[in-house]
């Protein structure tokens, strides 16, 4: 007795002095870990609202060895009637036939295998139970982390994709911000639950010990969906009237330089990116980036070169300018003769009649004037050639090298000043616009909402901004650009349009159009190019004009995107841009 009580009396110390360790002993083989992983951060837009997000869902896997599963190991024998009632409600919670899921689970030469993929919370709630009650069948329910894009095609560039890491079955980004910001997305920390054994199976006890997850970090950008809605629906218009090879649009914010949206066509839907087709050289039609494709900007130059040769004083406000009867062979250059288009004043121009009619002589005569050292300076302010400051990779962009100043002055200025031998992108045009309509000072494109707005440089005097401001509001009032004209909105801008010389491409066209409004206090910038218009025009004004021109319109209105719900539709006109 006195060893029966002293061996209790043990028993009772160790229970008190090391209860953590006597319940691990106690339980051992009782218990187990059910891993939570975390899922991929969500992309938000300025306002909050979700572009990429990510849902629970459940994959059907068959991971079982024939010689071990419930209806194939050779000492068991099912009837199909018997297995079918086992397996019946399973398939049909699954969305699959029976006799498709009793196929694979009688294959012998399967080890394993998906059944379904995307089962929901729901679904998977239901089929473990008939799993436990007919164990060993091999079925198992995994659960996976399904990628999903509210606004479907609406911004569809910049957002991107994800595929499946074929080691883990984890997501990845594909491209676009999904793949730029990759790790930082997958930043979250997974949690797990303790399950412990009830009954031949295991549930889920609160009591036990949980280590939660954390979750990642959300990406907080500067875009706004409906304005991405909005561009995408103009520039469907675009491409159903003139059927250009792409369209792309940028839009951005004057005030504090930050781009709410940024759109192109040909696109995709990254709710299901493996529709889109791949070209002939193997490249997925759609996916690139708009917003840092090259371009000529032609005529759109000119009141980048005017305004500055203004703030320079290599021109007066009143000085005027000879057309040459609209053919001028520039003295010293063997070039060609430099022409106007069809309809510019044969008399003498000055700068705002430059502006207005789109000169090219004129707008020649003013790089002269400016200078190679100071038209290259120029172009450095504007930041046309700089990186953009964002993540993604900013392309090269065509700019005359040092010879061409030196050796061919009388020629480069003035082919300069018209917005040809020299390239730039979308975004940097529109960021030297923002400069334009905000009082002259420059500030770097922003997408992401840690971004701190900068001092910014200051490229022009804010009064020849002004001045320059209200000559394109003359431009796009002007009589012979009625279709430009839009009595509810005060707005200005300029067109362009570049003639390809160069290999196939000779004699198609780019078209392009800057607009800002309103001209008092520009709250928004827009560009809107189109490359080879194969419809009745190839004017920037026509092509790319009403564009911007119903953007800007619909943004100062305040009006929402014309489509209802959620923005998961596909283009109407996608095949018929796709295959050409």
Same mark, same amino acid.
């Given at each position: ?90 398939? +049909? ?14 294959? $012998? ?11 929901? &919370?729901?679904? %998977? ?20 982390? +399904? ?15 994800? $595929? ?118 193997? &490249? ?11 371009? +000529? ?11 500055? %040769? ?24 063997? /070039? ?16 705002? +009649? ?70 730039? $992108? ?7 616009? %923002? ?22 440089? /200051? ?102 995107? $014309? ?18």
């Amino acid at each position: 007795m006195a060893l029966l009580y002293l061996a209790t009396a043990g028993k009772l110390v160790q229970l008190q002095a090391f209860p953590a360790a006597e319940r691990l002993r106690a339980t051992a083989g009782k218990e187990r870990s059910r891993p939570i992983p975390a899922m991929r951060g969500r992309i938000l837009d300025r306002h909050g609202r979700t572009m990429a997000d990510s849902l629970p869902r459940w994959r059907l896997i068959l991971d079982l060895k024939p010689e071990e599963r419930r209806y194939t190991r050779p000492d068991r024998k099912y009837s199909l009637e018997e297995m079918g009632n086992e397996m019946g409600l399973v398939a +049909e919670l699954a969305g699959i036939s029976t006799g498709g899921l009793l196929g694979k689970l009688l294959d $012998t030469n399967r080890c394993y295998s998906n059944i379904v993929e995307g089962l929901s &919370q729901g679904a %998977a709630s239901r089929i473990q139970p008939l799993l436990n009650a007919a164990r060993g069948t091999g079925l198992h329910l995994r659960r996976m982390e +399904e990628r999903v894009y509210p606004q479907g095609r609406s911004l569809a560039h910049v957002v991107g994709f994800t $595929t499946e890491d074929e080691k883990d079955l984890s997501l990845i980004g594909a491209c676009g911000l999904e793949r730029m910001f990759d790790s930082e997305l997958r930043k979250g920390k997974s949690g797990s639950l303790l399950s412990r054994s009830v009954a031949r199976g295991y549930g889920v006890d609160l009591a036990l010990e949980s280590l939660p997850v954390q979750p990642a970090p959300d990406l907080r950008t500067f875009l706004d969906a409906k304005v991405g809605v909005l561009l995408r629906e103009e520039l469907e218009n675009l491409q159903r009237e003139h059927q250009p090879d792409w369209s792309c649009g940028v839009v951005i914010n004057v005030e504090d330089s930050t781009i709410l949206a940024i759109g192109a066509l040909p696109d995709f839907d990254p709710n299901t990116p493996g529709d889109v087709p791949v070209s002939e050289d193997g &490249q997925l039609i759609g996916h690139g980036f708009p917003g840092m494709w090259p371009f +000529e900007p032609g005529s759109t130059m000119k009141p980048l070169v005017v305004s500055r %040769a203004l703030a320079e004083g290599a021109i007066s406000p009143t000085q005027k300018f000879s057309q040459e009867s609209g053919r001028w062979y520039v003295r010293g250059s063997k /070039q060609p003769p430099i022409r106007n288009a069809q309809g510019v004043p044969s008399h003498s121009l000055n700068w705002r +009649e430059v502006l207005l009619h789109s000169s090219n002589i004129g707008a020649g005569k003013v790089g002269l004037a400016l200078g190679a050292d100071r038209l290259k300076t120029a172009l450095l302010d504007w930041g046309l050639r700089e990186p953009s400051g964002l993540p993604w990779r900013d392309q090269n962009v065509l700019f005359p090298p040092k010879v061409e100043w030196k050796k061919r002055p009388h020629w480069t200025i003035p082919a300069v000043s018209m917005g040809h031998q020299v390239q730039t $992108t979308p975004l940097r045009l529109a960021a030297a616009y %923002a400069a334009l309509a905000g009082e002259g000072k420059l500030y770097s494109p922003r997408l992401f909402q840690n971004q701190e707005k900068g001092e910014g440089r /200051q490229v022009l005097p804010g009064a020849i901004a002004r001045e320059v401001r209200y000559a394109l509001q003359d431009v796009v009032e002007a009589p012979h650009r009625a279709w430009l004209h839009d009595p509810e909105m005060e707005w200005g801008g300029k067109s362009g349009t570049v003639q390809k010389t160069h290999g196939d491409q000779k004699g198609q066209y780019t078209s392009l159009f800057v607009g800002f409004t309103p001209v008092e206090n520009p709250e928004w910038v827009c560009v809107v190019v189109a490359d080879n218009p194969k419809g009745k025009e190839h004017y920037g004004s026509k092509v790319a004009g009403p564009a911007v021109m119903n953007v800007l319109r619909r943004l100062s209105e305040g009006l929402a995107p $014309t489509s209802s719900g959620p923005y998961l539709e596909r283009s109407p006109f996608g095949g018929m841009l796709l295959s050409e």
